[in-house]
Structures are given as C-alpha cells and as structure tokens.
C-alpha cells in the first residue's frame, strides 16, 4: 500500500498494457472462400470474406495457405481444375489476385523456401489411379512453376526446414516422408514413419498399387467430403500403416515431426540419423501439427477426436487434450510469440466451420469464430499493435 501510494504521489503508474491483433487466414473449402479473421487476445472476428474462384456454379475447393515472407502476399490452392489445380496469388493490402499459375493434381498445402525463395506446393492427387504424385516448386514473383519433383503417393503437409535448405513432406499412402534439397530440387531421402518393416506393397512408393485407381480401393478409402485423413488401415496386422499426413520440422533442433493419422501416433525423426527417435501416442486421428517457435511444445489437431493435443517436446508429455467446437478438426497454426494456436475444424454437412483460438500457456480454450463450410487451411500473417 506504501508503495502504491508513493507512486501515486509521484504521479507515476504502471504502463498499460499494448493491444494487439492477430491475423490468420483460413480457407472454407466447400464455400470457396477465404476469411481474414481477427483475434484481439479476448475475441476473435471475420474482419474480411474473400470470395475465391473462377467458377461460380462450382466449388473448386480452396485448400492451401501460405504467407509470403515480407508479409505483402498470400497464396492459395485451389484444388479442383481441368484437370489441374491453380496456385494464387493475393496481395495483403487488397486481398485482390495479383498472379496465377497452374500446377498439379489437386494441389494442397505449401511453404516458402528463406534460402532460395520459392514456393513449394504437394500435389495431393485424390482422384484416378494411385500412383507417385509430386512437388511443385514455384518462383512466386513470376509466379512460374519451374519443376515438379516425384515423391509418393497423396503427398501432404509441405513444409521447410528452418534454414530453408530441406524441404519435407508425407505421402499418406505410401507411409513415407521425404526429404527434398530445396537447392537441387531432388529428392534426398525416404524414410518409413510406421513401425516395423513397412508392408511390401509400400515398398518403392507402392508399385504394387500403381494400376489401382480409387474407385477398385472401395471399403480402404473414404470418400466422404475429401476426407483426407480417414482412410482405413492398409497395414499388416501387427502395426497399423502409418497413413502420415503432416510434418513439421523443429526450429532450432535437428528433429521432424511427422502426424501419422493411420496409427494415432506423431513419430519424432532425426535429421542427423534418419530414424524415429520418439513416438507420441495420441487421441483418434492426428492430421495437422505445428511446434511452437521456440520449440518447447507441439499442438496436434485429431481429426477422428474432434480435440486438440498440447504436448510438451522436451519430457514428451501431452499436457492438455481440448475440444473443438466442431467435429472434424483440420488445421493448426501458432503466433510467432508462442501464445496462441489457432484451429480449424471443418463440421459436417451444413454446419458451418470454425475456428477456435487456444492459449498454449494456460492450456484453455479462448474463443471460436464461424466462417464457411469445411474450413481447412490455414495460415498465419501478422501481429498488429
């Protein structure tokens, strides 16, 4: 009390404290749309809706998001086309297109290289026979696609290493993650992220499943919605096949970690000795996953569990599961300040989808905000005071 009267008498208060915003982008896949959400600590809001799209009538699935690395564009997937799928680019100051460029099957998520600068996009290949897709790498300020690299088949979650020299993604079907030299633009190295020996037909991509179009895998996959991260057990009866769907690599350590959704587990991998080093048991489904930037924890999205997972990397122990406000749980993405993950869950049928907003720290729930159906991607783009 003394003290709080001497300063009051010196006129002297504790500072307030800063307001700031956070911006995300996420994608409503089954509207076409993008929402610029808005989070002030306390609530979060649609501060915009991008209608996204060439086609009216149709829905061409927006899927991906990444920021660009000065923060001034964002660029999206859409996956639908004739046959292909379409990158493009926005400007953050309009939210208007400023590029375009057509890339692979089904292209999905994507990251920005900070050592060469280019964008490297996975085309996820939903539709027609199961084969090897591949990488695209794009120049995103000519918005020129300048190689598509092979790696496995529904290849997912693309992702560079800190120093932007690896790029690393899974292909679900072929229980495999990749490594790429982003400089070189060849693949460097493979390794099976389930347990045990991987099955014979995963062996070299899977050849043996390569004449296999969807429609002959009736009762192993589920079509329902683009329900990427449900396709049933391909494995032996020993272990599950590990069906990853995202990777993540840690910012100052030399470790990835990989969400395989077909085994509920997430496998920590050694970049220094290419081998799993942990595995995380989780709750039903895991599908997306981002380690905070100072690598202390790791939130995990379950897709079959409608929750979240906040683990703590060093001890390996999940130190919360939360719900989300909407069955299907999809992406995650975390504030550069460590604070915040944001989430999207996508729903079903004519539910709309929905972003929740969790303090990392507090382990609790904040706020949640409804955007367009099937919400999906989801990227970070600033901090504002």
């Known amino acids: ?63 991906g998001l990444t920021v660009g690395l000065d923060g001034e564009h964002w660029y ?3 996956a639908h086309g004739t046959p292909f799928g379409t990158l493009y680019k926005y400007a953050t ?19 920005i290289s ?18 090897p897709s591949t990488v695209s790498v794009v120049e995103p300020t000519t918005m020129t696609e300048i190689a598509q690299i092979e790696t496995g088949m529904m290849p997912h979650g693309s992702r560079v290493s800190p120093d932007g020299t690896k790029h690393y993604s899974a292909a679900m079907m072929s229980g495999t993650l990749y490594e790429i030299d982003a400089q070189t633009l060849e693949v460097a190295r493979t390794l099976f992220t389930g347990e045990g020996e991987p099955p014979a037909m995963m062996h070299g991509g899977m050849e043996g499943m390569s004449g296999m179009d969807h429609s002959q895998m009736e009762g192993q996959v589920d079509h329902s919605a683009m329900n990427h991260g449900s396709m049933a057990s391909m494995g032996n009866s020993e272990h599950p096949a590990p069906k990853p769907t995202w990777v993540d690599p840690h910012p100052s350590q030399p470790l990835v970690y990989v969400a395989n959704n077909g085994a509920d587990q997430i496998a920590e991998v050694s970049t220094e000795t ?6 995380f048991a989780t709750a039903k489904g895991p599908y997306n996953l981002a380690v905070t930037p100072d690598g202390t924890r790791m939130v995990v999205t379950h897709k079959g569990a409608a929750s979240i997972g906040i683990w703590d990397l060093e001890t390996g122990t999940e130190l919360a599961q939360l719900p989300t406000t909407r069955t ?5 993405v975390i504030s550069p ?3 915040y993950a944001f989430v999207t869950s996508e729903g079903v049928g004519a539910e709309p989808g929905a972003i929740d907003v969790y303090d990392i720290a507090a ?12 919400a999906g991607g989801i990227a970070f783009w600033k901090i504002a005071e």
């Open 1 to 63: 009390m003394k003290t709080l009267l001497f300063l009051l008498a010196m006129g002297l208060t504790a500072a307030p404290a800063y307001a700031q915003t956070y911006y995300v982008y996420a994608t409503a896949e089954s509207e076409d749309e993008v929402a610029l959400i808005a989070f002030d600590g306390t609530e979060a809001t649609v501060a915009e809706t991008i209608v996204v799209g060439s086609w009216p009538a149709e829905i061409e699935g927006a899927h």
């Open 76 to 78: 999206l997937t859409l």
């Open 93 to 111: 100051a309009t939210n208007e297109i400023v590029g375009e460029v057509e890339l692979g099957l089904f292209p999905a998520t994507m990251s």
């Open 114 to 131: 900070p050592a060469t600068g280019l964008l490297y996009a996975v085309n996820f290949n939903l539709h027609g026979k199961m084969e």
């Open 274 to 279: 290419w081998e799993v080093t942990r595995r």
């Open 328 to 332: 299907v749980t999809h992406g995650v």
């Open 337 to 339: 300040d460590n604070r």
């Open 363 to 374: 382990l609790q729930h904040v706020d949640v905000v409804e955007i367009g159906k099937q």
